[in-house]
């Protein structure tokens, strides 16, 4: 089994070395790592949140020292369509996330307001 506190100085290093760091407004984990059951098979999923300024979204996996971090970078419209496309496929996986996982940066309140906030 993985060791949970060592997620969080992967995470750091991974950000240390983002393209985009200068544009993320908020960061939210989630999955297993979050919840306390991780195997020796998760990945550490992980919401960059982007200025709403930003004209661009990026999704990747990159393994850092042995960790494998899946992000998605993508600014506030975005994920507020990923919420209305998940209530019209009948499913919650997005708002689950945002709803379970733990918000590590959140400078202008945007990810706590989506918690606050039930699906439309």
Known sequence: MPAK???????EL???????????VGILVCGSY???HPSSHSDLDVHLVL???VN???????IVDGLL???FANPPRQILAYFDRDLQDKTLMCQTQF???????DTNGVVMG?????PR
Request: without cysteine; hydrophobic residues 35%.
């Open 69 to 71: 971090i899946e992000y």
């Open 114 to 118: 989506w918690r606050r906030k039930r």
């Open 5 to 11: 506190e060592n997620w969080k100085a992967k995470l």
């Open 51 to 53: 200025d709403e300024r």
């Open 14 to 24: 991974f950000l240390s070395d983002f393209e985009h760091a200068k544009d993320i």
């Open 34 to 36: 979050i919840t306390g």
């Open 99 to 105: 709803a379970t996982g733990e918000i590590l940066l």
């Open 56 to 62: 661009y979204r990026e999704r990747g996996n990159k």
